[in-house]
Nanobody, 122 residues
Framework: QVQLVESGGGLVQAGGSLRLSCAAS????????MGWYRQPPGKERELVAA???????NYADSVKGRFALSRDNAKNTVYLQMNSLKPEDTAVYYC????????????????WGQGTQVTVSS
Protein backbone atom coordinates (compact mmCIF):
# COMPACT_ATOMS: atom_id res chain seq x y z
CA GLN A 1 0.00 0.00 0.00
CA VAL A 2 1.24 3.47 -0.94
CA GLN A 3 0.01 6.76 0.47
CA LEU A 4 0.62 10.35 -0.60
CA VAL A 5 0.27 12.98 2.10
CA GLU A 6 0.00 16.59 1.00
CA SER A 7 0.41 19.79 2.96
CA GLY A 8 0.80 23.51 2.44
CA GLY A 9 -2.35 24.75 0.73
CA GLY A 10 -4.28 27.79 1.88
CA LEU A 11 -5.44 31.31 1.11
CA VAL A 12 -3.04 33.93 -0.18
CA GLN A 13 -3.30 37.30 -1.85
CA ALA A 14 -2.29 37.79 -5.46
CA GLY A 15 1.47 38.17 -5.75
CA GLY A 16 2.06 36.03 -2.70
CA SER A 17 3.73 32.66 -2.29
CA LEU A 18 2.87 29.20 -1.04
CA ARG A 19 4.83 25.98 -0.75
CA LEU A 20 3.20 22.60 -1.22
CA SER A 21 4.75 19.37 0.00
CA CYS A 22 3.89 15.79 -0.79
CA ALA A 23 5.42 12.73 0.85
CA ALA A 24 5.02 9.21 -0.46
CA SER A 25 5.12 6.39 2.06
CA UNK A 26 4.35 2.69 2.28
CA UNK A 27 5.70 -0.41 0.59
CA UNK A 28 7.75 1.44 -1.99
CA UNK A 29 10.55 -0.02 -4.07
CA UNK A 30 11.08 3.09 -6.17
CA UNK A 31 9.28 6.35 -6.86
CA UNK A 32 9.75 7.34 -10.48
CA UNK A 33 7.87 10.47 -11.46
CA MET A 34 6.35 12.81 -8.86
CA GLY A 35 4.38 15.91 -9.55
CA TRP A 36 1.39 18.14 -9.04
CA TYR A 37 -1.83 18.52 -10.94
CA ARG A 38 -4.59 21.03 -10.30
CA GLN A 39 -8.29 21.27 -10.94
CA PRO A 40 -9.76 24.78 -11.06
CA PRO A 41 -13.47 25.18 -10.31
CA GLY A 42 -15.55 23.84 -13.18
CA LYS A 43 -12.54 22.72 -15.19
CA GLU A 44 -10.64 19.53 -15.84
CA ARG A 45 -7.55 18.43 -13.96
CA GLU A 46 -4.32 19.65 -15.55
CA LEU A 47 -0.62 19.08 -15.08
CA VAL A 48 1.21 21.79 -13.15
CA ALA A 49 4.70 20.31 -12.90
CA ALA A 50 6.43 16.95 -12.72
CA UNK A 51 9.92 15.73 -11.86
CA UNK A 52 11.72 12.49 -12.53
CA UNK A 53 13.92 10.65 -10.05
CA UNK A 54 16.89 12.08 -11.95
CA UNK A 55 15.68 15.64 -11.45
CA UNK A 56 14.33 16.46 -14.90
CA UNK A 57 11.35 18.76 -14.68
CA ASN A 58 8.37 19.63 -16.84
CA TYR A 59 6.16 22.67 -16.22
CA ALA A 60 2.87 23.88 -17.61
CA ASP A 61 3.41 27.03 -19.67
CA SER A 62 1.13 28.97 -17.33
CA VAL A 63 3.45 28.46 -14.34
CA LYS A 64 6.89 28.63 -15.93
CA GLY A 65 9.07 31.21 -14.22
CA ARG A 66 6.76 31.39 -11.19
CA PHE A 67 6.67 27.84 -9.81
CA ALA A 68 9.62 25.65 -8.91
CA LEU A 69 9.45 21.91 -8.30
CA SER A 70 12.09 20.07 -6.32
CA ARG A 71 12.46 16.62 -4.87
CA ASP A 72 14.15 14.80 -2.01
CA ASN A 73 14.58 11.22 -3.20
CA ALA A 74 15.73 10.00 0.21
CA LYS A 75 12.42 11.15 1.70
CA ASN A 76 10.26 10.38 -1.35
CA THR A 77 9.03 13.95 -1.04
CA VAL A 78 8.33 16.61 -3.64
CA TYR A 79 8.02 20.35 -3.04
CA LEU A 80 6.23 22.91 -5.17
CA GLN A 81 7.27 26.48 -4.49
CA MET A 82 4.64 28.79 -5.92
CA ASN A 83 5.55 32.46 -6.30
CA SER A 84 3.80 35.45 -7.87
CA LEU A 85 0.49 33.68 -7.44
CA LYS A 86 -2.46 34.81 -9.52
CA PRO A 87 -6.20 34.39 -8.98
CA GLU A 88 -6.24 31.96 -11.91
CA ASP A 89 -3.97 29.65 -9.90
CA THR A 90 -6.92 28.99 -7.60
CA ALA A 91 -7.62 25.26 -7.68
CA VAL A 92 -7.47 22.02 -5.78
CA TYR A 93 -3.90 20.78 -6.13
CA TYR A 94 -3.30 17.04 -6.29
CA CYS A 95 -0.01 15.27 -5.74
CA UNK A 96 0.74 12.45 -8.15
CA UNK A 97 3.38 9.75 -8.01
CA UNK A 98 4.33 6.92 -10.33
CA UNK A 99 5.53 4.20 -7.99
CA UNK A 100 7.01 0.73 -8.24
CA UNK A 101 5.71 -0.98 -5.09
CA UNK A 102 7.67 -3.70 -3.33
CA UNK A 103 6.78 -7.14 -4.62
CA UNK A 104 5.42 -6.05 -7.98
CA UNK A 105 8.55 -6.53 -10.06
CA UNK A 106 9.05 -3.44 -12.20
CA UNK A 107 5.38 -2.61 -12.69
CA UNK A 108 4.49 1.04 -12.16
CA UNK A 109 1.32 2.24 -10.49
CA UNK A 110 -0.18 5.70 -10.42
CA UNK A 111 -1.15 7.17 -7.05
CA TRP A 112 -2.94 10.38 -6.07
CA GLY A 113 -3.08 12.46 -2.94
CA GLN A 114 -6.34 13.65 -1.43
CA GLY A 115 -5.95 17.20 -2.76
CA THR A 116 -5.24 20.52 -1.09
CA GLN A 117 -7.04 23.78 -1.78
CA VAL A 118 -5.10 26.79 -2.98
CA THR A 119 -7.08 30.03 -3.15
CA VAL A 120 -5.56 33.24 -4.49
CA SER A 121 -7.54 36.41 -3.82
CA SER A 122 -7.31 39.47 -6.06
Amino acid sequence: QVQLVESGGGLVQAGGSLRLSCAASGTIFRVNIMGWYRQPPGKERELVAAITSGGSTNYADSVKGRFALSRDNAKNTVYLQMNSLKPEDTAVYYCNAVVVPIGFGYMEYNYWGQGTQVTVSS
